[in-house]
């Protein structure tokens, strides 16, 4: 089942063209990872998704209806994100919030559900990133692998429908990027949909349901899983594979 | 060098103008703080959100109140606001003036401070589902508060001070009421010097307020 497309999107920073017509499908379950080089439009594409960049020209479609990205409205945007999620690079958890507040926020504030349900269903997705036991603290008090957990937290704990992730593990140390790829992980396991730009090859070949290369604003290539791997067709992409195999 | 007649001038005066300093500089300036501050987060925040108009207003009353001296404001406002039927007894004016006047400087305070939250807070909160409103109340305001805290009570031990002006209206205040005093006496300068130095304990305990302050509003966790 569909769950999310999007059509032509192109977005210009001042004059030049970062998106330059991007198409992009995204099945209930699929784990979509977008590769591609540093500037080549990824972290521009989700955040034109989440309309935290407006596109200049494209369609989106979600759930069962379509959206004129340029021509949103507020409420549709409002209620769109509400349904998804969104793990930042650098986290941006909230420096005033405590661990549980960070994630119970979007509950009591945006959903105007009630305090006590909203903790135990924090805890309940703070135990899941095996953060529950740092409840009380706030982000600068923690690592970053445990920041990005909370993070995860955070957007699980509305029950989105797709969770989109923009280098999670980048600002990471190697042994925290392990921990928090093994939360991606077992969520892929358990069918959340979701969109992963990343630099992490072999976690892509394991989890993902669907590979999108991209290069200079552009799809350059999609494939299948692993298969993507085995097989690139395109130059750029095989260039690509060799250049960050290591 | 101090004689006995002055000692006792001094003991004599004291209570009296501790208590014009209790019962009219503080206050006079703790109100005014207090509703220039709700101010100065309107103003600010009408800027950071870029409403239309409204912005426009708000940087028009920014310009014109930092533009012109306090003095002045408070004489404008002693002789202009009975002429647009506001009676006011000088001391509701004063606070009026001062409010006004405090929250142009703090608006530019909290404004600055709002600008330094990182983009990526607001952008996390629209992401869980918030909208601009509640972002602002539950994340930007509380973290550009904080951010502000020092600079705002900093304002606020210079308005203790400023409260002389509110003479020029009117108002007996503390250093008013000391120069009652000293003109009955003849003795100035002991009187001035005794008034500075209860000046002097006022801010001495603001300071102390603002410290234990900060440490309430804590740094969320950064230095522990
Ligand atoms: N806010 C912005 N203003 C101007 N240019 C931007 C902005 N954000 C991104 N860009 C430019 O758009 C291009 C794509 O950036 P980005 O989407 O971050 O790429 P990626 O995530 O693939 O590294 C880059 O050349 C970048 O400099
Ligand atoms: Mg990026």
Redesign the pocket.
């Known amino acids: 089942m569909k769950l999310l497309e999007i059509r032509n999107l192109h977005?210009k920073?001042?004059s030049?063209e970062?998106?330059k017509g991007v198409d992009l499908t995204v099945e209930k379950g699929d784990v979509v990872s977008i590769l591609?080089?540093?500037?080549?439009?990824?972290?521009?594409?989700?955040?034109c998704i989440n309309f935290l960049?407006k596109a200049d020209e494209g369609d989106l479609v979600f759930g069962e209806k379509t959206y004129h990205l340029p021509k949103t409205s507020r409420d549709d945007i409002s209620s769109i994100r509400k349904r998804t999620g969104f793990v930042f690079q650098n986290y941006n958890l909230f420096a005033n919030k405590t661990v549980l507040h960070n994630v119970t926020l979007g509950l009591t504030s945006a959903r105007h559900i009630h305090a006590k349900a909203a903790e135990e269903k924090a805890l309940e997705v703070l135990r899941k990133v095996g953060m529950a036991d740092f409840a009380g603290q706030y982000p600068s008090q923690l690592s970053g692998g445990q920041q990005q957990r909370v993070a995860i937290a955070r957007a699980l704990a509305t029950d989105p429908d797709i969770i989109f992730f923009?280098?999670p593990t980048s600002a990471l140390d190697p042994e925290l990027t392990a921990e928090v790829l093994e939360v991606m992980r077992e969520l892929a396991h358990e069918g959340m949909t979701m969109i992963v730009?990343t630099h992490e090859i072999s976690f892509a070949k394991e989890v993902s349901s669907k590979v999108v290369f991209?290069a200079e604003?552009k799809v350059v290539e999609e494939g299948h899983g692993a298969d993507f791997f085995e097989n690139p067709k395109e130059d750029r992409t095989k260039e690509f594979l060799r250049l960050t195999k290591n | 060098m101090i004689n006995e007649k002055t000692m006792e001038l001094l003991i004599s005066s004291f209570p009296k103008i501790l208590e014009f300093g209790l019962k009219v500089t503080l206050p006079l300036a703790v109100i005014a703080f207090i509703l220039s501050t709700v101010l100065a987060v309107l103003v600010a925040t009408v800027q950071f959100a870029e409403v239309p108009v409204l912005k426009q207003i708000c940087r028009f009353y920014i310009w014109v109140i930092r533009g012109t001296p306090l003095l002045v404001q408070l004489m404008v406002a002693f002789y202009g606001l009975p002429l647009i039927g506001i009676h006011a007894n000088p001391f509701v004016m004063a606070v009026i003036v001062f409010t006004i006047n405090e929250g142009a400087y703090s608006a530019e305070t909290m404004r600055a401070a709002m600008e330094a939250v990182p983009a990526g807070q607001l952008e996390a909160g629209y992401c869980v589902g918030m909208n601009f409103m509640q972002i602002m109340w539950h994340i930007i305001l509380p973290q550009s508060f904080r951010t502000a805290f020092p600079s705002l009570f900093n304002a606020l031990i210079s308005m203790v001070k400023d409260t002389s002006l509110a003479s020029s209206i009117t108002v007996v205040e503390m250093f008013t009421r000391t120069k009652q005093i000293a003109g009955q006496s003849y003795n100035y300068l002991p009187l001035y010097i005794e008034v500075a130095i209860v000046y002097l304990l006022f801010c001495t305990v603001l300071t102390f307020v603002q410290k234990r302050g900060e440490k309430i509003l804590g740094s969320y966790g950064v230095r522990k």
């Open positions: 977005k920073f001042d030049t970062v998106l591609g080089p540093s500037g080549s439009g990824k972290t521009t594409l989700l955040r960049e923009d280098e730009v991209m604003g």
